[in-house]
């Protein structure tokens, strides 16, 4: 039983800096690809939005708006990452989730179903 979890969420003001960190046990394949998405207030569950990933080769992807903001890291020893997140402004403002899937590169865009894990979520509010 894989289990995802989260911490480092908080609020902040617009150009301020939060770290997410994200831990997930009971994990035993040999590769990954682990990330982050995003439910902003008042959005549906489906359409929670991809915001960073990055697999076992280190290979990451970011959504166009958090590019050269948001820099994803991971430690593989310890099944473990983070999402540094600076220069944030109030549109930033969500839930975050940490994902994990045992296919070993991130696909081009990311969707929701290809995570079979999820922790519970973080929030980030941004103010003005």
């Known amino acids: 039983q894989v289990q995802v979890v989260e911490s480092g969420g908080g609020s902040v003001q617009a150009g301020g800096t939060l770290t997410l960190s994200c831990e997930f046990s009971?994990?035993?394949?040999?590769?990954?690809?682990v990330g982050w998405f995003r439910q902003a207030p008042g959005a549906p569950e489906n359409e929670r939005e991809g915001?960073?990933?990055?697999?076992?080769?280190?290979?990451?992807r970011y959504a166009d708006d958090v590019k050269g903001r948001f820099t994803i890291s991971h430690d593989k020893a310890k099944h473990s990452l983070s999402l540094q997140m600076t220069s944030l402004q109030p549109d930033n403002t969500a839930r975050y989730y940490c994902?994990?899937?045992?296919?070993?590169?991130?696909?081009?865009?990311?969707?929701?179903?290809?995570?079979?894990?999820w922790g519970q979520g973080t929030q980030v509010t941004v103010s003005a």
């Open positions: 994902v994990v899937t045992p296919l070993p590169r991130c696909p081009a865009s990311p969707g929701q179903v290809e995570f079979p894990w």
């Open positions: 009971g994990y035993t394949y040999p590769n990954y690809c």
């Open positions: 915001v960073a990933f990055i697999d076992t080769d280190d290979n990451t």
